[in-house]
């Protein structure tokens, strides 16, 4: 599957940029507020809903619009795909196209494209809290376990149902028991998938990491923590812990409390690492949730890597664009200057560099044919 053309409309200061001629691989080099990733934010905006820097749409939207706009055309194995995303800035329902029909759901869209994002924000996934690591295993079961998705939102409506109870405090326990029960049912199922997935993910982890830096890595070993007693069903704990429970108003124990600690030869690898090597790690479950889900389903992500050069070493950035080259992804890179990523691609033929500067994206070959 490979994005053919882009269209976008009013994202940040790019008031209209059209790209009729995309690659594999797709590098993107401009001076900081030149606009290049703002073209990553579109990327993510027409896939997942929303750019990868904020929630809300508005700081997205340029200055003085009503609306964005990004249109998509892709190649896949069953033929043309085309794509389309409006979002507003008073907050109307999304109008999102899928080979112009309207779709039903935004699941849509995320489900027939996979997207991975390497940024700034993807030390989290070392740095942060749970919800950042939770997030990551949930989202690759959303794209290689057809039941994950279902019994995830059944699950997070009978949690919603029994904090709501537990805030209320002064009433009957047999309801709060009765959303214990319908809520352990699915969280079980849950924990299940994580740690099936979890099986399955660490040596895919393992494989791309040696190529990444097959020495500073050493000893990478990952632990997931549940989120309530290994011993115990969470039926039982969650019944004997509704006392508690009801004094701190929320649901203590169960999935969403789960965790994933990431270890480098018994020290924390947030403590142990530094940030280039915690750039390459993240990079590493990033491409191996890639690997895995290629392997499962056969489907290639598309993968936005924003500012590639920064934090990394000559060598670490050659390793890093070898194994894009290698993962046969469609990739859509950002990096400062295109010195940075000099002679970093084997097939130059599967590359087409970009300038950016003041929301003007032009093909390098253009420039360089005009002088």
């Not at 990431?262 to 924390?268: A, K, L, P, R, V």
């Not at 934090?311 to 940075?340: I, N």
């Amino acid at each position: 599957m490979l994005i053919q053309r882009l269209q976008i409309s009013h994202i940040r200061n790019l008031s209209r940029a059209s790209l009729p001629r995309l690659n594999r691989i797709n590098v993107f080099c401009g001076i900081n507020g030149s606009g290049k990733t703002s073209l990553l934010e579109a990327l993510h905006l027409l896939i997942m809903g929303k750019s990868f820097r904020h929630a809300m749409v508005r700081p997205v939207l340029q200055e003085g619009e009503a609306e964005c706009t990004v249109f998509a055309e892709l190649s896949t194995s069953a033929g043309r795909l085309t794509l389309g995303a409006q979002r507003y800035r008073d907050g109307s329902k999304p109008l999102l196209k899928i080979n112009g029909a309207p779709a039903n759901a935004l699941s849509e869209l995320v489900e027939l494209v996979p997207m991975q994002v390497l940024s700034a924000d993807s030390f989290e996934l070392i740095l942060g809290g749970p919800g950042f690591r939770r997030e990551f295993l949930d989202r690759g079961l959303f794209h290689v376990e057809p039941k994950f998705y279902p019994v995830w939102r059944l699950a997070q409506r009978a949690l919603k149902q029994r904090n709501s109870l537990l805030r209320h405090g002064k009433i009957s326990t047999d309801q709060i028991i009765l959303w214990s029960r319908e809520y352990a049912r699915y969280g079980e199922e849950i924990d299940r998938m994580r740690r099936h997935y979890l099986d399955n993910l660490l040596p895919a982890c393992h494989a791309v990491i040696a190529q990444l830096s097959p020495d500073a890595m050493v000893g990478l070993e990952a632990t997931y923590s549940r989120g309530w007693s290994k011993d115990v069903a969470l039926e039982h704990a969650l019944i004997a812990g509704i006392e508690k429970d009801l004094q701190q108003g929320f649901t203590r124990q169960g999935p969403h409390r789960a965790d994933l600690k990431i270890m480098i030869d018994e020290g924390t690898a947030a403590e142990t690492l530094s940030r280039g090597q915690l750039k390459i790690l993240a990079a590493g479950f990033h491409l191996a949730q890639t690997n895995l889900l290629h392997a499962k389903t056969g489907k290639k992500s598309i993968l936005l890597v924003d500012d590639l050069s920064a934090e990394l070493d000559r060598s670490h950035r050659q390793s890093l664009c070898s194994a894009l080259e290698d993962s046969g992804l469609q990739v859509f890179v950002t990096s400062v200057e295109p010195e940075d990523l000099a002679n970093c691609w084997s097939n130059t033929n599967d590359v087409e560099m970009f300038h950016v500067e003041r929301g003007h994206i032009t093909p390098l070959s253009e420039i360089t044919q005009g002088n």
